[in-house]
Structures are given as structure tokens and as C-alpha cells.
């Protein structure tokens, strides 16, 4: 059973897959949150290209088309500047919401 | 911040690229897809089996589609530019709809527009002059009330008081009222023919303070008001350049004389200075106040602190408001009056910003323009009121189309969102064809302003006001287009959006019940149009009625023979009277002319002094607006051809003496003396509405005339016995040879008193004084006539639409009849009687409102002085009452059963299978 995507953690997690790979295709981009994940993340169409947008229009990430291997025309995506920035800002963010989830679920009642 | 920035401007871009990101996007899910179908090949699908997995997996690809849309650009504006352009393509599909909207909305808003055009023109436009908005007019308010243009009017010594002890103008300028001039203009044409000129006396910084630089030569010098008689110099209006010297530059420094004296002309005002006069002309030219003397011969305006000939414009300091400069005004005047003695004192001296007509802000004016203002906007809602019907007639059309919206999973609010964009684009357009229409309307009038003054002033007369549109006038068509539109868009908009999809899907017309509701909305919008195109019409009517009996109205006088001789003497008292009997007496011994003497002209506005009847001694009983009133000199009536019934006229003595005697006019003796003889009795008048009762004898009966004003028969008069203090105009009769008797008249001025030529003016009562009136009245009906067609044909339009709607409903029940056997006149009978209903309700609405703006307009006439536009055309005229009811009637029925009748002879099978 695919869990859903938390709002506002798909932007991270788009970021984070292109600083680490570097420039994607927006299918590769799913599919590696789906083998990360180990299939439980299912990322729909209709939630990946508006974030896709949205970050591209924030200035953090920007998309130019290329060809793939098999020779297809493809919209290729790579962080910026910027996006480094807000990764980090977001990183940061994430980890201290996800800690302070942890506490409260780790602490003895 | 910055990345919120960055995706305002990229959504912005957005809207305009739409369509490459769309392709974009396009390019990437067919990639998607792509991939995707390799990589369920390669888990061994087949290729069809791929594909169809694949396509499933990617999930609703229209939705994914939408929803990239709505993230990349900005939602609202994204809707409205698809609203925008669904709604240019219904109304390309659907034109002829469009364009009556249209031309509906734009004589609706073009009807107001040029109503506030004018309005903005008198009242709201700041002059001329740089900076107007802190340029203010003073303006005294009297102890005894009196309103009016005199209130601006103030002495040169009082000017030059508040000039030297004021501290908180940085200008302080006075202008004259305009002053009359016999001038020999040698201009290119250079004829010698004198004419008379107006011009304005102004203090040497006029212009300088206003900012207004000469449009060629120069304008006056600071100093060039200081010493009497000093400064022989003028500056011309833009217009009269153009109109006496053809635009020409070398005009600097030649000479042009004004009564004899050579004066050189130093500048040209700029074209759009046009003056800062109360009347709505522009002056021929200005000259320096210290030229007072030299251009109004025989008199002294500079030195008496009494004489009210200018007004005071000026401009505040930046740092002072308008409350303080206010109080310290009124200090300085009263002040100043303190040293003097007058008639009548100044209570208090306001500022006003300066508009060009002055008192815009008197409550009577207003009043009057917020008549005006509703009766226009009457029009409008008619207007409205048929694009609502319009469009709820329609409603069959797209309310299938809505329901398929509402049912696909569009919201309300959004399906109401987008019907009021379509209204409001209707408006718009609407609104800026009327802007276009009231811009030619404007113009239009202002020709014909411009002409019907130069005709009756009888010299070239340039119009002042500058009705060009401003950006008030173009914010006030656009508002009134938006409201336009919400308000006729709101009610279909609510009820086509109304979620009964089931009933609305199928076809609307099998639905009886369902069409119910929405007829009442209609209806009622019917009954409202028929109600104001009922009470345009009554009004109209009435005024029509008016304007016939106006054409032939009889003054009972003579006009035609009569001419006013109306003098400035001076305001020396003594020699003032001096000139004007010496020259009475010499008209006297003109032969040519059949009968001369003086008192108050006719046409010449109202006197109306409080009365009290009965023997004198008590101060009790005294009424206002009871009686007219006018000074009338021996001879009097035998020069305007008024008959003497009985009694005697004044003798010479009395006429000299200021003897308390008084000719009454028959209605005056009847309404005072009932049933008794009037002769010798008395009556006591407050001449100067002072509370001092002055008694008069009555020693004759004069024949009833329509004396004061051509709308009535004065309901009561009184002629007096001229007081000896005053100088009144003269009344010539010139009998049957007008030709021979008019130059004798100016050859008998020119040899006792030739310095009163320029200060003369000759009248005709005819034309310059009855004729006015009865262009007035056609004027008046004319634009009744025009409104209420307007209001007529708009709402006969509305109703014909709504009827042929609603028979198209019922064209299949109607077939069902026919086949069934029933007559055809049974059936066109109950089709046009439900139509009839909202026409009669409204009919009668409108008749009781046109009945009680009726009773309002008379109710006005218990004032002996005040006029009856509808010159004696009775409140509940039946022949207008009747006469409308039976034009709208007919109208309404031609409008309903045009369309029945079509429905009648449709075939009954054709009918049948309508469905």
C-alpha cells in the first residue's frame, strides 16, 4: 500500500534527488522516488509536473531539453543556485519537524 | 521573498505564453508515457498491454493537465481571460444578441455620461489656471439673504484692503463682470465698422498669478493697475485673435480703439485660457482695472467701497487651509465695512473652489441636477432592465450548457463568475459606445448652445465651458458600465447557476412548472420598464402640451413694437439721474416713435414684495409672494398696449414725486377685493423686504396680461408709481416704422449724451425676451420627447423580446390547441393578456407617479412669481393621460402579439414534433 506524499515535502524531495544525481527528466525523477522509497511512494502526474512548475518558477531549479539515451526529446532538470539555498533551508526545516515528531512519538508516557 | 517575486513575474509571463507552456508540458507526458511503456515491456507486457498500463498509471492526464495550469499561472486571472474569451466567442456566435445589448447599454450610459459631461463642465472642472486646485473665489453672504451672482461681486477697495492685510494668499487677483465696449478693430479685414466688445477689468497680476503665460507677446505687469488711466493696454482672447485678426503673429503692438482712446494690444491669451467669468463666455479681451475710467465712461468703480464690481480669486498658501484663510477673509471684510455705510451688509464672506459656473454648491442647483440626474439614470435601468430580459430570454439556450458545467463539477460561485464577466464585457462595450455617443452628443450641443446665445445676443459669442471629456467623465462611464453590468447580470446569472440539474438538463420547455419563477423575475422587470417609460412619457407629454400652447401663447401686450433701452448711468446718484432723465426727456420729443416712458421691463425676471391688504396702521397680515409688483412710469401701459379697464393712469406729477399710487392688474383686484370695487382702496407693500410697509391708493385696473414671465397670466400684479430715486429702462414703442423710428432713437442718444452709447443696450421684447422663452419650452419638450422615446423604444423592444420568448415556450402547447380545434383569436387572446398583466400593473404605477411629479410642479405655482413650464396645461391633463396610456397600450399589444400570431399560424404537426 503506497503511503501519500506529505504536503510541501515533495519539493524537497524533487530537490534533493537533483543535487544528488544531478540533471533529471521528470520519469526519472519519479521513479527514483519509487526505488528510493522501495515502492511506497507513488508519485502521481498530477501532483509531480505543477511542483515541477512551481519550483521553476520559484528560480531553484531550471529545466532544458535534451535528448536521452534511446535519442527522445526530453525536458532535463537541475538545481540552481537557489535551489541549493532552499535546500538547505528546507533540510533544515524538515529535520527539526521530523525530530521533534520523533521525540513526541519516542517519548515514555 | 525573492522566489515569490520570481513566480509573480513567471505567472505573469505566463498568461501570455500559455500556449507554450501547454506544449511543453505536452512534449514531457509523451515522454512519460513512453518510458513508462518501455518499462512495463521490459517486465514482459505486451506492447498493447503496455500501453493500456502505462496510460492508467500515469494517472487522469486532462487533470495532470489542469492542474500544471492552475500551478503555473495566476488562477483568478487565468479564469477571467477564460471567461473573457468564451464569452467574445458566444457573442460572436450569436451577434445580433451582442449588438442590440449593446446599442441598448450605450444610449442608456451615453444619456448619462453626457448629463454628467455637462455637469462636470459647469461644477467640477477647476479653471484654467495652473495649480486650480488651491485657487478659491470669494463670495459674501448678505443679512438679507439675497443669493445669487452678486454675492461674488466686491468693491476695488475692498480688493486692495484684503490684498495689502491678508496673510494667507500668495495671490490675491480681482476681475471685473464683464464690461461693454464700442471698439474700431483694424484687423486684416480692416473694416471700420465700430462693434461692441466685452472685456474684463483686471488687477495688473492676473495672469502672472495664475500661471497663464501670454500664448504670444506678453501679459500684464504687476504695476499696471496702479495709476488711473496709466496703462492703455490690452491682452486678447485666443478667440477673438483668431476671429478679428485670423491668427495673425504681427498683432503685438497695434492699436485698437475702445470708446475713441487708442490702446495697444500687448498679448494673446493662450487657447485654453478662456476666462475665469461666472457666465460661460470668454472675453473678447482684458484690459488693466486702472483703465476703468476710460472704458466705463461717467463712472468711478475704483474708488467706492460700495460698488460690487469684482470678484476676488485667490490662491492659497501652501501651508494654510482653506478654514483659516476662510475666517480670516471674513475678518478683513467685516473689518473693512466697518468704515462705510451700505444698503446692504455683508454678514459673512466664504470661499469656494473655483468651478466656472458660481453657488454649484447652492442646494437649488443641486437639487435641479439630481432631478436631472435621476430622471437619466431612469433610462438607464430601462436599459438595464432589457439586457436582463435579454438575457433571461435566452436562458434556454444556455441553460442547458450550464448545467452540463455545473454537473462536469464547476462551481457555482465560478459558473456565476464567468455569467457576470459576459454582462459586464456587454457593459463595457456598452460603455465605451457611450462614451463615443455622448462625446458627439456633447459636441453636438455645444454647437447648438453656442448658436441659439449668439442668435439671441445678436453678437459672436464664444462659449467658455470645455466639455472635452476628463478623467472624471471617463471613470464615471466606466463605473456606471461595471454597475451596469452587475446589476443586469446578477439576477440571470443567479438563476441560471440555480443546481436543478435534472429538470434543466432535459429539455427545458417539457418542464411547465419549472419556467414559473423566472417569468415572475421577468415580469417584474417588464412592469418596472413600462412604469418609467410611463412616467418619461406623462412628464413629456405634459411638457409637449406646454410647448403648443407656448407657441401661441399671448403675452397681451405688445412685444413686437416695444423695445427696453437699458442704460448704466453711473452710480453717482445725483448725476446718474441727471443723465437719465435728460435723456428720457429728449426720447420724449422724438417724433418718429409712438410712445416712450419707463419702469420695469417686461420678461425681466421677478418682483415680488410682501403684501398686506386693507387700510394702513397695522403691521399684521403681511403675506410674501403674494402679488407681483413693478414701478411704471405715466404712459406705461399706453406704451406696451396694456388697456386701462377703469380708474385713471398716473400723472406726470406723480410719476415725478414718487406719489403711493397703484394701477392693479383685473386678477389682482379680484383676488384682493372680492366682489367690492377695487378703486381706492389700500394695500401696503415691504418694498425693501426691510419690514417697513410703504401704502399705496389704488387708482385704476389694468387688463390681465402674462407680464412677468410668457407661462402664465400673472396671478396678481401691481404697477407702481416709479420711485424719483431710481433710473429704470426706457420703453419705446416705435410704432409701425421701426426704420425710421431706431436710428432716431440713437441720433437722440448721440446728441444729448454720446458718452453713454457703449453703456446702452437696446432690447426687443419680441425676440430678446419672449422668444427665448418659447425656445426654452421647445427645448424643454424636445428633450422630454427624446428621453421618453428612448425610455419607450427601449422598453417596447423589451417587451416584444419577452413575449416572443415566452410564446416560443408555448409554441407546442399552443399546436396541442389548435389541433384540439380551439379558435385562433381564443388562443392570441390568453397569449396576449398574460402579456398584458406587468404592462397594465406598470402602467398604472407609472400614472400615479407622473400624477404626483405633476402635483409637485404646481404645487410650486402659489407663488405669484414663479413660472408654469406647462403654461397652463392642467396636472391630470386628461388628453395626456389618456392619450399616453392608450400610445404605450398599443405599443405593448403590438409587441406581444406579433410574435403570438407567428405562433398561430405555425402548423400544429410541425408544433407537435417540436420537440
Known amino acids: 500500500m503506497p503511503i501519500p506524499i506529505l504536503q510541501g515535502t515533495l519539493d524537497l524531495m524533487i530537490l534533493r534527488t537533483l543535487a544528488t544525481l544531478g540533471p533529471r527528466h521528470a520519469y526519472a525523477i519519479a521513479t527514483r522516488l519509487e526505488q528510493v522509497s522501495d515502492e511506497l511512494l507513488k508519485v502521481n502526474q498530477g501532483t509531480l509536473y505543477p511542483a515541477l512548475v512551481r519550483l521553476e518558477q520559484n528560480g531553484w531549479i531550471k529545466g532544458t531539453w535534451g535528448k536521452t539515451e534511446s535519442n527522445r526529446e526530453a525536458k532535463y532538470y537541475a538545481v540552481t543556485k537557489a535551489g541549493l539555498r532552499a535546500m538547505e533551508e528546507e533540510t533544515q526545516r524538515w529535520r527539526q519537524l521530523a525530530g521533534v515528531v520523533e521525540k513526541l512519538l519516542t517519548e515514555e508516557p | ?915
Not at chain 2, 459656473?357 to 435601468?381: K, Q, Y
Open chain 2, 1 to 915: 521573498m525573492r522566489a515569490l517575486l520570481m513566480r509573480t513575474i513567471a505567472k505573469l509571463r505566463n498568461l501570455w505564453l500559455s500556449h507554450r507552456a501547454d506544449d511543453e508540458l505536452e512534449r514531457e507526458i509523451a515522454l512519460h508515457v513512453a518510458l513508462l511503456e518501455e518499462e512495463y515491456q521490459r517486465r514482459g507486457l505486451s506492447e498493447e498491454a503496455a500501453r493500456t498500463a502505462a496510460r492508467r498509471a500515469l494517472g487522469g492526464i486532462e487533470q495532470a493537465r489542469q492542474a500544471h495550469r492552475d500551478q503555473r499561472s495566476i488562477l483568478w486571472l487565468e479564469q477571467t481571460r477564460q471567461d473573457l474569451r468564451h464569452a467574445c466567442r458566444t457573442f460572436a456566435r450569436n451577434p445580433g444578441f451582442a449588438m442590440l445589448a449593446v446599442v441598448t447599454l450605450a444610449l442608456g450610459i451615453g444619456v448619462n455620461t453626457t448629463l454628467f459631461t455637462a455637469y462636470d463642465a459647469v461644477a467640477l472642472k477647476p479653471l484654467p489656471v495652473a495649480d486650480a486646485a488651491r485657487v478659491v473665489r470669494m463670495e459674501r453672504w448678505f443679512v438679507h439673504g439675497w443669493l445669487g451672482d452678486m454675492q461674488y461681486g466686491f468693491s476695488w477697495p475692498e480688493y486692495l484692503y484684503c490684498r495689502e492685510h491678508q496673510g494667507v494668499f500668495s495671490d490675491v487677483v480681482a476681475a471685473s463682470s464683464p464690461v461693454r465696449v464700442l471698439a474700431v478693430v483694424s484687423g486684416s479685414g480692416g473694416q471700420t465698422q465700430p462693434k461692441t466688445l466685452e472685456g474684463q477689468l483686471v488687477s495688473g497680476n492676473y495672469f502672472r498669478s495664475f500661471g497663464v503665460d501670454a500664448g504670444l507677446g506678453r501679459t500684464f505687469g504687476p504695476d499696471e493697475d496702479r495709476a488711473p488711466g496709466a496703462d492703455p493696454v490690452v491682452v486678447l482672447s485666443y478667440a477673438f485673435w483668431q476671429r478679428e485678426f485670423h491668427g495673425d503673429s504681427h498683432v503685438i503692438g497695434k492699436l485698437v480703439k475702445l470708446n475713441g482712446a487708442p490702446y495697444s494690444v500687448i498679448g494673446v491669451a493662450p487657447q485654453e485660457f478662456t476666462g475665469t467669468s461666472l457666465l460661460p463666455r470668454v472675453p473678447d479681451f482684458w484690459a488693466p482695472a486702472s483703465m476703468q475710467a476710460q472704458l466705463v465712461r461717467g463712472q468711478d468703480w475704483l474708488h467706492q467701497p460700495a460698488d460690487y464690481r469684482f470678484q476676488i480669486l485667490a490662491r492659497l498658501k501652501p501651508e494654510v487651509g482653506l478654514k483659516r484663510a476662510e475666517a480670516e477673509t471674513a475678518a478683513l471684510i467685516r473689518q473693512f465695512s466697518a468704515s462705510y455705510v451700505t444698503r446692504e451688509p455683508t454678514r459673512t464672506v466664504t470661499l469656494e473652489h473655483t468651478a466656472f459656473f458660481g453657488n454649484t454648491e447652492d442646494p437649488r442647483f443641486e437639487a435641479s441636477v439630481a432631478a436631472l440626474m435621476l430622471i437619466v439614470a431612469m433610462v438607464l435601468f430601462v436599459a438595464c432592465a432589457n439586457v436582463a430580459n435579454m438575457l433571461l430570454a435566452r436562458g434556454a439556450v444556455r441553460q442547458r450548457e450550464i448545467s452540463v458545467r455545473l454537473a462536469l463539477g464547476a462551481s457555482r460561485s465560478r459558473v456565476i463568475r464567468q455569467l457576470i464577466t459576459e454582462s459586464v464585457l456587454l457593459s463595457l462595450m456598452g460603455g465605451v459606445a457611450g462614451l463615443a455617443l455622448s462625446v458627439g452628443a456633447t459636441r453636438l450641443l455645444r454647437v447648438a448652445v453656442t448658436q441659439m446665445l449668439t442668435a439671441q445676443l445678436g453678437s459672436d459669442f464664444v462659449f467658455s465651458l470645455n466639455l472635452n471629456p476628463d478623467a472624471r467623465v471617463l471613470a464615471y462611464a466606466l463605473v456606471l458600465s461595471v454597475v451596469a453590468g452587475v446589476v443586469f447580470g446578477l439576477s440571470p446569472a443567479l438563476q441560471f447557476s440555480k443546481p436543478e440539474l435534472a429538470t434543466s438538463i432535459r429539455d427545458e420547455s417539457t418542464s411547465f412548472g419549472h419556467r414559473l419563477r423566472r417569468s415572475r423575475l421577468r415580469s417584474l422587470l417588464i412592469g418596472g420598464q413600462v412604469a418609467i417609460s410611463m412616467l418619461l412619457l406623462t412628464c413629456s407629454g405634459l411638457l409637449v402640451r406646454g410647448l403648443m400652447k407656448s407657441q401661441n401663447a399671448d403675452p397681451g401686450f405688445d412685444t413686437r413694437q416695444v423695445f427696453l433701452l437699458l442704460g448704466d448711468y453711473g452710480d453717482n446718484a445725483a448725476t446718474s439721474l441727471a443723465r437719465f432723465h435728460r435723456l428720457f426727456d429728449r426720447l420724449q420729443d422724438v417724433s418718429e416713435v409712438a410712445s416712450v416712458s419707463y419702469g420695469r421691463g417686461p420678461m425681466m425676471g421677478t418682483w415680488a414684495p410682501p403684501m398686506r391688504i386693507g387700510e394702513p396702521g397695522s403691521a399684521e397680515g403681511v403675506e410674501q409672494g403674494k402679488t407681483l409688483a413693478s414701478y411704471a412710469s405715466r404712459d406705461y401701459l399706453k406704451t406696451l398696449g396694456i388697456a386701462l379697464l377703469r380708474g385713471r393712469d398716473f400723472t406726470r406729477q406723480e410719476t415725478t414725486s414718487g406719489a403711493q399710487v397703484a394701477i392693479v392688474s383685473e386678477a389682482a383686484a379680484r383676488r384682493f377685493w372680492p366682489g367690492e370695487d377695487a378703486l381706492g382702496k389700500h394695500f401696503q407693500l415691504d418694498l425693501k423686504f426691510t419690514g417697513k410697509l410703504t401704502d399705496f391708493e389704488v387708482v385704476g385696473i389694468a387688463q390681465d396680461v402674462r407680464f412677468t414671465t410668457l407661462t402664465r397670466i400673472d396671478p396678481a400684479h401691481v404697477y407702481l408709481a416709479p420711485d424719483p430715486a431710481q433710473t429704470y429702462p426706457i420703453l419705446i414703442n416705435v410704432g409701425a416704422n421701426q426704420q425710421a423710428a431706431l436710428p432716431a432713437v440713437w441720433k437722440a442718444v448721440n446728441q444729448v449724451d454720446a458718452d453713454l452709447l457703449p453703456d446702452l443696450s437696446l432690447w426687443n421684447v419680441e425676440t430678446m425676451l419672449v422668444h427665448p422663452q418659447r425656445t426654452l419650452a421647445r427645448v424643454m419638450a424636445i428633450f422630454a420627447v427624446l428621453l421618453a422615446l428612448l425610455a419607450l423604444s427601449l422598453a417596447g423592444v423589451g417587451i416584444y423580446g419577452v413575449m416572443a420568448y415566452v410564446v416560443s415556450q408555448r409554441t407546442q402547447e399552443i399546436g396541442i390547441r389548435m389541433a384540439l380545434g380551439a379558435r385562433a383569436s381564443d388562443v392570441l387572446r390568453s397569449v396576449a393578456l398574460r402579456g398584458l398583466t406587468p404592462v397594465a400593473a406598470g402602467m398604472a404605477i407609472g400614472l400615479a407617479c407622473g400624477a404626483a411629479a405633476s402635483a409637485v410642479l404646481h404645487s410650486t405655482l402659489s407663488f405669484a412669481g414663479s413660472a408654469d413650464f406647462l403654461y397652463g396645461v392642467r396636472f391630470y391633463d386628461p388628453w395626456t393621460f389618456a392619450g399616453i396610456s392608450c400610445f404605450l397600450v398599443v405599443v405593448s399589444l403590438l409587441a406581444s402579439l406579433v410574435p403570438a400570431v407567428r405562433a398561430v399560424r405555425v402548423d400544429p404537426m410541425i408544433a407537435l414534433r417540436y420537440e
